[in-house]
């Protein structure tokens, strides 16, 4: 095998060590963003119930006015009642006074509705809570145990970078520059071997002429059927 080939081999090798970590390293960051996902959604939740809950409080609030206005009517009513000189004025402070009771008897009822609601959902934000507390210990000891695989990822790449960095520099460039012509559309495959007379990047048969120039590894040979560079591996 001529030096150049040998080179372009060995350059193909690194480049696929090279992209074998990048699933690696996008496996480790899946786990550490999943978890960042399920603390998201339960401080959404958490949010949006923070948010309910300022709510039914306001409209408790508002309720309570209504109640103090209740209040005031009955016994203004009570008030003139007394001071009432009429039948017919007794009557209708009478019945003024019955809806006052009516609706401040409705209000009551509404605020202990609107309690028991707020009880709940901030009992369901407190479980929340607990749940994001948990959950958040749980991405620090997950974060805390792939820091060391990715510190480990990282230095086993940064070795292949250098080694590659290395070849490059003592490679001839026009030969570099056609590798990486190919390699933009080939990916990994752009330097591929020969095995049972075939390339075996578009597994198409090679003629005898083509298959004979691979075994000699004199020049650099490309497929004719789809241009990758072709090697024959040794025995």
């Not at 028991?116 to 009992?123: D, F, M, R, Y």
């Not at 790449?157 to 056609?178: C, H, P, T, W």
């Not at 578009?202 to 590894?217: A, E, G, H, P």
Request: contains cysteine; hydrophobic residues 35%; neutral net charge.
């Amino acid at each position: 095998m001529n030096k150049y080939l040998t080179q372009l081999v060995e350059l193909s090798e690194y480049d696929k060590q090279l992209d074998s970590f990048k699933p690696k390293i996008a496996s480790v960051e899946k786990s550490l963003n999943s978890k960042k996902d399920e603390i998201s959604s339960v401080s959404a939740e958490i949010a949006n119930l923070t948010g309910e809950i300022a709510e039914l409080k306001s409209q408790i609030s508002q309720t309570n006015a209504h109640i103090s206005n209740f209040s005031s009517k009955i016994k203004s009513s009570s008030k003139k009642s007394s001071a009432a000189k009429t039948e017919k004025e007794i009557k209708a402070l009478s019945v003024e006074e019955e809806i006052a009771k009516e609706s401040l008897e409705a209000a009551n009822d509404e605020i202990e509705r609107l309690e028991k609601i707020v009880a709940n959902k901030e009992q369901t934000q407190k479980e929340l809570q607990e749940k994001e507390k948990a959950l958040n210990g749980e991405f620090d000891e997950l974060e805390a145990s792939l820091k060391t695989q990715i510190e480990e990822i990282e230095k086993e790449r940064s070795e292949i970078y250098a080694k590659r960095d290395k070849l490059v520099v003592g490679m001839n460039q026009k030969m570099l520059s056609f590798y990486e012509k190919i390699r933009k559309w080939a990916g990994n495959t752009a330097v591929i071997p020969v095995k049972k007379q075939a390339c075996y990047g578009c597994f198409m048969k090679l003629n005898d002429k083509t298959y004979s120039s691979v075994i000699r590894s004199d020049d650099i040979v490309t497929c004719p059927y789809c241009g990758r560079i072709l090697y024959k591996e040794a025995e």
